[in-house]
């Protein structure tokens, strides 16, 4: 099945239902296909072909539904770009993808980074979403009046001019022709989604996201679904451009033909306010939205009893924070497991039966595992040992973009079958729950954001006084783990730790922000001098 047939399947059933409700407004599924259509159609009369990148960089809003099924029904290859990525990191993905035309807003923190890379990168076109045409006419109305009195949101490019009328060529409205018009459809077997993710190096890597991938993921989450006999109302606050929300916030959302309440970013008190308004009867999210819930002074307060389940992904629940929420919202609160490459989810704690704390649950429907022994990736580990979990089902990605060896070494040959290598050393139980033991891999979770050190330590470098620079992740109560970084001085410098994080911090991303710099005499190195990593962290976290 490709993503613009479940969107198609959902509207005919039910064009009226709604599929989007954003701050006062809805949408519902016969709004999101017409937009869909429209914006294809455009494509098409534009010139682009099967195949061609569309670029989203967007944070949760209507336009953004329409956008990446509209992408597809022209047989567009989609492109998800966190709002948080920097000029640079965009620059460098948007060429890495041949992405053609990149969708954004109008906010502040991310147009001026959009019309950077638009002058700097092969990008060619670039579409802009007005917030103040998504909301309800008396909101956009006064967002339209406060902004007439603003000053462009980018003072420094004066080569832009006058920001509101350039955006008026190259709004989202303009992208949006008349009529039902079609492409060629595509087939499941077609790529679908390139999806951003990293590895021990830092260097991104494309997934290739197939439709058959992501629709597989996306009936795999509903099939284990219990919760057939109430509407079916999905808290959107989860960033859609991650893998996690692309699957269980939106793709199983239009497949089962239910509403997203959104937001475009998790605030605790308006998710709260939100979720008690709009009745919500799930809410996928990340360990640090739960205890960020829990801290809020509105959670006492707040009426929890629509919501039927939570789904924490992104990075290890820490047990308090699953017992006090689930303790004091009377919700469900279930752990999972899943990865870029797995197109979202592999594993989660059940709905309905036992729920083991400290597991990642079990594998979806389709879904296989097994454990290889951790020296040798082309034997199983031995029984009753950990091992690397590998993984294989629908949902697998076929390899990355444009890096024919890093896709060669994400799979293992087991028994004349493909196995995606996930890098985390497990253990499975004979009940089929998988705990995770260790991780072979240095990336950080911050968040549920994926961090990955050596670009902290690439910029840094960078600094004249810094000689050498390794980050690991140390724990923090809220985030999971938040990077730290310990560097060596060249002779003669002086710089103080602190005025290093300030120069350091706003050249990266806000999830890599690090929390320390801690100057030393000398970093671990191994025997041929190469900067050790595992020995630091080996020596900071025990």
Not at 408 to 432: N, P, Q, Y
Not at 456 to 484: F, Q, R, S, T, W
Request: proline content about 7%; charged content about 25%.
């Amino acid at each position: 099945m490709t993503l613009p047939e479940m969107l198609e399947n959902s509207a005919r059933k039910a064009p009226d239902s709604n599929m989007v409700r954003f701050m006062g407004r809805t949408y519902s599924y016969a709004d999101v296909l017409a937009e869909a259509r429209g914006f294809a159609a455009v494509l098409l009369g534009q010139g682009f072909k099967s195949g061609d990148r569309v670029g989203l960089f967007l944070p949760n809003v209507p336009i953004y539904p329409a956008a990446y099924y509209g992408a597809m029904i022209a047989g567009c290859v989609v492109v998800n770009f966190s709002p948080l990525y920097s000029a640079e990191e965009l620059a460098e993905q948007v060429e890495d993808s041949g992405t053609r035309l990149l969708i954004t807003i109008d906010a502040p923190a991310l147009l001026p980074t959009a019309l950077e890379v638009l002058d700097r990168s092969s990008l060619e076109q670039l579409c802009v979403g007005k917030l103040s045409d998504m909301l309800p006419w008396y909101k956009g109305l006064a967002l339209k009046v406060v902004g007439r009195k603003n000053i462009s949101p980018f003072p420094d490019r004066p080569d832009v001019g006058d920001w509101r009328e350039w955006m008026a060529d190259g709004s989202w409205s303009h992208w949006l022709g008349d009529g039902p018009q079609f492409a060629p459809r595509a087939s499941p077997d077609d790529l679908a989604l390139l999806q951003y993710t990293g590895g021990t190096t830092g260097t991104p890597k494309g997934a290739m996201l197939t439709h058959q991938n992501l629709s597989a993921n996306a009936r795999q989450v509903d099939a284990i679904d219990p919760f057939t006999d109430i509407d079916d109302i999905i808290l959107g606050v989860l960033p859609m451009f991650h893998v996690f929300a692309n699957t269980c916030v939106l793709n199983r959302t239009v497949f089962k033909g239910g509403c997203i309440a959104m937001l475009p970013r998790f605030d605790a008190g308006q998710a709260l306010k939100l979720l008690e308004k709009e009745r919500a009867t799930a809410f996928p999210g990340v360990p640090t939205m739960y205890q960020a819930l829990l801290d809020n002074p509105a959670f006492a307060k707040t009426d929890f009893s629509s919501l039927e389940v939570c789904i924490s992904g992104g990075a290890p629940l820490p047990a308090p924070v699953r017992e006090n929420f689930q303790e004091k919202s009377r919700a469900l609160l279930v752990e999972g497991y899943g990865l870029t490459e797995s197109a979202g989810v592999v594993s989660t704690n059940p709905y309905q039966g036992e729920n083991r704390p400290g597991t990642i649950g079990q594998v979806l429907p389709q879904t296989r595992v097994k454990l290889l022994d951790k020296e040798d990736p082309t034997k199983l580990a031995p029984a009753g040992e950990p091992g690397e979990l590998v993984i294989r089902g629908p949902q697998i990605m076929g390899g990355y973009w444009n890096r024919p060896d890093a896709a060669k070494s994400a799979f293992a040959e087991v028994g004349g079958e493909s196995w995606l290598r996930t890098g985390d050393i497990a253990m499975i139980d004979a009940d089929g729950y998988i705990k995770i033991v260790d991780r072979s891999k240095d990336m950080i979770a911050v968040g549920g954001f994926k961090v990955f050190p050596s670009r902290i330590e690439a910029v840094l470098v960078d600094h004249p006084a810094v000689k050498e620079a390794l980050v690991i992740g140390v724990p923090d109560d809220y985030l999971g783990e938040m990077p730290n970084a310990y560097i060596t001085l060249n002779e003669g410098a002086s710089e103080a730790g602190d005025a290093l994080k300030e120069w350091l911090n706003p050249q990266v991303g806000k999830h890599e922000r690090v929390g320390e710099i801690i100057i030393r005499d000398e970093l671990p190195k191994t025997m041929i001098g190469k900067l050790d990593r595992k020995a630091l962290r080996a020596e900071v976290l025990n």
